[in-house]
């Protein structure tokens, strides 16, 4: 067949092609093409860094893809290792999925992810035993184990009672065949028929929010099926504050709500399963990242101590315990792993997310950050790492903000200006009759506002320049962005004073948190802003920027790291040598308390007005 | 004070003496007098071997001595370490208590018992956090036990999650101290205010017919207190075979029969705590033996494999797992560790035995025997060991027989030729009317009815010599042994031509499986016969001798060593070079399968007549 009815896939910008196969992804395609992609994981799925923009023909996004580029997708992104073109055609490669151009994800990560899980599987023949030979089942068991891995005979491992009582009948039906996984090459904790399906895991990042779990294949390393659900936990409080107050005044409220965390998780794990085709009783570890409030109520401990000077929580190394004993109906032996905690308010997705983004390894200065109630951030620099947490408050989650809601349907996700002036134009989640703001839509509005001068950099309305948009409400003046007629509630929608203080608290506690830490450092000037988290991936950074929000850093230099604390946990459950780092990195970071720090109430005022110098 | 007024101790034979000191118990004394004492437990009331005879006023007996003399205290015995002669006295030492003249015994034992248990306890105070260094609770905790076991600070320990959630209230109460266990310098275990009471630990002989429960200080070794009970089993069946035919054909029997049993123990660790005047939530590690069908059932693991040649069983080597597991009410995270088995037939009573008798050093050919329903014994020489189990079935026991019992008040517990002929003279348990014969009393029997020429060594009675003595019953001839005026339950007390056949079996089994295993090593003559449990305290050695039950060796050489069974337990909970060794001496026993054995069936056969060739 001539070459030129071959078809060919082309990478642009840099026009070099390869023939498109039908059983290669773009990833293996690129590869072959002689393109350098990103691709930390090894092309799992899992890191989410080989975005490509197809511009053809490919095949449908997979369910990781959706989990990992969200609304990405429908911008056109693609992970390369996920889809393929079979027919062919153009492929575009942003600047940050090439290799060696985006220096600090590049970083430590050129290895890859090694695929080097806890749990490994072993197909077993056990020796029958006789007269002359009456060895017992379970030291027939151990000797198997110790030939398929290689060891002395003598090898001792462990195994659970439950196990060792199926034990004769799995030897009766099976002729002598078995099953076994093992935990870190010690503890038998799964016996089955031979021939088993592969062991499976569950990574978990456990939001005060929300809570998502990504089923992961133990024997390949890929992600079969994401789920995702809100934390039940809200009617105890939306943040953890208002939850740690609960356990304290109600003595009931730690185990309810650690048992409505455990439904929602084994819900959580039947739905991935039953979209993976798979059974949660094949789950026999379970890897989990949360702040340190949702980690102490998941596993009972009294939170009280997190909340109270000096904030230490009551442990910060790996937690380590039965899945049973917390009632997830997982594998019967399966084991819960918690990440390790930094501090009372720098958990363990913060340790996470510094692991996905590779911190530990990152030489230029970056501010990897977390928005949210608590504005958690790493400062990373030539191997250095500085965590804090800030009191950023609620409202860049649309709490405290007058009409101020979730990114959920009706929420104004972005403004615009329009025709160079107010009003300005808003997009609206879903297309609907705008009901609120959530707080990428209130990122947006205040840098209009700023942009079209209707507001001063010191937080005021300009009423000249804002003119009949402006009016005076029970708060204060007040913006109104839609008239009653054009909204879903048909109320005024209205951005008041009181919400603009709000939200230059809030960015002003993370500008004034990240100077903290680059003072520290010694840090003059970030070379990147990572954001991790949902919001992250919606904010947009030119408007995050404009309002002051972070240090100075270029726009180009912002970027959303999409769920990097679910990224790191699943890291950690699909690789040991992933795990140890996790732990290393958190003993690595150093962290730092603001409350009553030198120059933080200094480097607060300061941040106050919305500019960015 | 001049030295005649000052009260002393006179040891005989050897007539060495010192002075009387009422702090000084009689282990002391002749350390003090040189008199070289058997004592391989250090003086901890744990061995039973530094037998003393005191004749004057001594102290009240201890539990100990209770447990490990049984009816030799009647007798006069004592154990030195545990009496002592304040006023003064003379002290008969019997030669098997003199160092080094018993020398089986000694092989092996002069290192003593050191106190090296799995469960240590520290007195900790820990750091207070502080808001530049709000180190977690648990970590502190960490640092605490690091430092005062020595180690580094990083050192990793296991905090279940029970421990870990008590631990803020502790702190709180205690500020910063507190009492910790750890087991295997390892695993906290138990965390209490400060000062706590010491650790303690239980050692668990669990029989088919009885059960023991050995309560230990783990902080200095004492034996506080012995309680004992009926297995609550016997519903299912007298022997093992029983209890075991009970599983296969009732799917509840296994774990009713287990729960019986958890029971029992829970009350007899808490007689054994109010006997001590403790709480069985300091019991922090119990170590348990026997057979290997009393290990599986109470492990409530199925023991059909150990009634079905090859007679395997489902786990060997030790067990270990959370005490609470089973429903046992000790400390909450008290562990429970089997000592292995050897075989189907070869349980984890007869490898403590063989510990306690340090089999393991033994030079001399000698012989340890477990009589009872399985005659399980160890031949030892020059340091190798085998062992094997005779189907003695339960004569030896009193069991098959037409008025067979227990060693229970009103049974006949020795005979004895009056007059030099017959009726022979009864000793009944209690001095009660007789009602049955146990098992030291059926070879009393046998043996004087031998010497009175009114039994043949064929097993045949002799019509003749027996005379009037003899009656013909259902079964056959029966020497009357009281008639039914005489009697407590108003029938006469026959002897049957029956019952002479079944002891004459029962006999045969143990010479015959003793045989093989000389044949197999290559041993001509026994230079000592060591019986285990209760009955080996009873048999009178020359009697035994007399019916031909052990290939031939001196009467001097048999001796009774207590529930040694139970004395191996109490080493290995004391002490982890003694588990160690359990499980090496263990691990070094040749087991020998007597069912198809090519020798057995023609010894079995040579070992019917009565006689001791």
């Not at 039906?173 to 038998?188: M, P």
Request: charged share 20%; glycine share 12%; with cysteine.
């Amino acid at each position: 067949m001539p070459s030129d009815l071959q078809p060919e896939i082309f990478f642009k910008p840099s026009n070099q092609s390869a023939p498109a196969r039908p059983e290669q992804n773009l990833l293996q395609a690129a590869q072959a093409a002689g393109v350098g992609l990103e691709a930390p994981c090894g092309g799992k799925g899992l890191c989410g860094k080989c975005r490509v923009r197809p511009e053809g023909e490919a095949t449908d996004p997979t369910p990781g893809e959706k989990a990992l580029l969200g609304t990405r997708l429908a911008d056109g992104l693609r992970l390369a290792c996920q889809c393929a073109m079979p027919a062919g055609g153009q492929v575009h490669v942003p600047p940050e999925s090439r290799r060696g151009e985006a220096v600090i994800l590049t970083s430590g990560r050129s290895e890859g992810l090694e695929l080097d899980p806890a749990i490994t599987s072993h197909e077993l023949s056990l020796a029958v035993p006789s007269l002359e030979a009456p060895e017992a089942a379970r030291e027939r068991l151990f000797a198997a184990l110790a030939q398929a891995r290689g060891q002395e005979p003598g090898q001792g491992f462990d195994l659970p009672m439950g196990l060792l009582r199926a034990l004769p009948g799995l030897l009766a039906s099976g002729g002598g065949r078995l099953s076994a996984a093992l935990r870190h090459g010690r503890e038998v904790v799964d016996l089955r028929p031979a021939g088993a399906s592969p062991a499976l895991g569950l990574a978990v990042d456990l939001g005060t929010t929300t809570m998502v779990a990504y089923l992961c294949d133990l024997s390949d390393g890929q992600l079969l099926a994401v789920s995702a659900a809100m934390n039940p936990q809200a009617p105890w409080g939306a943040d953890v504050i208002s939850r740690i107050s609960a356990c304290q005044s109600d003595p009931q409220a730690l185990g309810d709500m650690s048992r409505a965390v455990v439904e929602s998780l084994n819900q959580l794990a039947r739905d991935a399963c039953a979209q993976a085709g798979a059974e949660a009783e094949r789950i026999l570890e379970c890897v989990m990242v949360g702040n340190s409030a949702m980690h102490h109520i998941f596993l009972k401990l009294d939170p009280a101590s997190l909340a109270q000077a000096p904030y230490a929580p009551l442990a910060r190394r790996p937690v380590e315990l039965k899945a049973r004993e917390l009632g997830l109906e997982l594998a019967p032996e399966a084991w819960l792993h918690w990440l390790p905690l930094k501090a009372g308010f720098v958990g363990a997705d913060i340790v996470a997310a510094a692991l996905a983004v590779g911190a530990d390894q990152i030489q230029e200065p970056t501010l990897l950050l977390d928005l949210g109630t608590n504005g958690e951030m790493v400062l990373a620099a030539r191997g250095r790492m500085l965590a804090c947490s800030t009191a950023a408050g609620p409202a860049l989650e649309g709490g405290h903000i007058g009409q101020g809601m979730r990114g959920a349907p009706g929420a104004v996700e972005r403004a615009r200006l329009a025709k160079g002036g107010l009003p300005l134009e808003l997009s609206v989640i879903e297309g609907l009759p705008p009901v609120g703001f959530c707080g990428s839509g209130l990122v947006s509005m205040l840098s209009c506002l700023l942009e079209a001068g209707a507001l001063g950099e010191s937080g005021s309305f300009d009423h000249e320049r804002a003119g009949e948009h402006l009016r005076q409400g029970d708060r204060g003046p007040e913006y109104v962005a839609a008239p009653a007629e054009h909204t879903g509630h048909g109320q005024e929608l209205v951005l008041s004073a009181a919400d603009v203080a709000e939200l230059q608290l809030a960015k002003a506690a993370i500008r004034a948190g990240a100077q903290v830490l680059m003072e520290q450092m010694g840090v003059d000037k970030l070379e990147r802003v990572l954001l991790a988290g949902a919001f992250g991936n919606y904010l947009d950074p030119a408007e995050a920027r404009r309002l002051g929000m972070f240090p100075e850093v270029a726009v180009e230099a912002i970027e959303g790291v999409g769920n990097a604390a679910g990224v790191g946990a699943v890291m950690a459950l699909l690789s040991l040598r992933q795990r140890r780092r996790a732990m290393d990195l958190s003993e690595a970071m150093r962290y730092v308390e603001l409350s009553g720090h030198p120059l933080f109430n200094d480097l607060f005022v300061d941040s106050m007005p919305f500019q960015n110098v």
